[in-house]
């Protein structure tokens, strides 16, 4: 009887993430929505939420530091508790890049609204596309699902690279454009900063679905 009441917390610790997934789904996609509509009643929103995701994060932590302390589980549990603690926390920081591209959205509250040659809503949408993918990995135990989101990874590494070069040119050409130009820049690295915690909740559903480190494969492969 205990061992299934064990199960049973198990599954509202995993209910309890999932939760907090979709908060930080919902205001990363919202954060992006946001700067281009320059609608300051969504930041405003998006920074509520992130008050939430925190407040859920310290609830997932007492739950699942609880069920390492008077469980004391081994191998496949213990390998869950330990990487919902580390997916809690990408969470969190996921949240904490959303605030600070709705922060930045509210600081263009002023200056007048411009083109640049950056597609802030494509690369948005990809970042998107990777935390639902790596949530999705997380619900349905699925490593494999989870291995593509490490793939994505890459394409928004190229994306930020891109709008970095752009907009430095044109802040160097069109100096009256630098402050819209330098908050594009900011957030394509906020938004490359959550790709790398949804690769890392992705990496986390690999550990402990499969029992491997893929972050040390990872690493080798790049030293040879």
């Known amino acids: 009887m205990p061992r299934i009441n064990f199960q049973q917390q ?5 209910d309890k993430l999932l939760a907090m997934a979709a908060l930080s789904q919902q205001a990363l996609e919202f954060s992006v929505e946001a700067y281009l509509a320059g609608d300051m009643a969504l930041c405003d929103h998006v920074l509520e939420i992130e008050a939430a995701i925190n407040a859920a994060e310290t609830s997932v932590d007492d739950m699942a530091y609880d069920l390492l302390a008077k469980e004391q589980p081994m191998a496949i549990d213990l390998r869950f508790i330990l990487s919902v603690i580390k997916i809690n926390s990408d969470l969190e920081r996921i949240g904490d890049q959303s605030a600070n591209i709705a922060q930045r959205a509210k600081s263009l509250r002023d200056a007048p609204q411009i083109s640049l040659p950056v597609d802030i809503q494509e690369m948005g949408g990809k970042v998107g596309v990777m935390i639902r993918t790596a949530i999705q990995a997380l619900l349905e135990a699925d490593a494999k699902l989870a291995e593509s989101v490490l793939a994505m990874d890459d394409e928004v590494d190229e994306m930020n690279r891109s709008v970095q070069t752009e907009l430095i040119g044109v802040m ?7 402050e819209q130009a330098l908050n594009a820049i900011l957030i394509s690295r906020n938004l490359e900063r959550a790709a790398d915690h949804a690769t890392n909740i992705a990496e986390d559903v690999i550990f402990w679905v499969r029992g491997s480190d893929v972050r040390h494969k990872l690493s080798l492969s790049e030293a040879d």
């Open 10 to 14: 198990l599954v509202a610790l995993k």
């Open 172 to 178: 160097q050409q069109h100096a009256l454009v630098s």
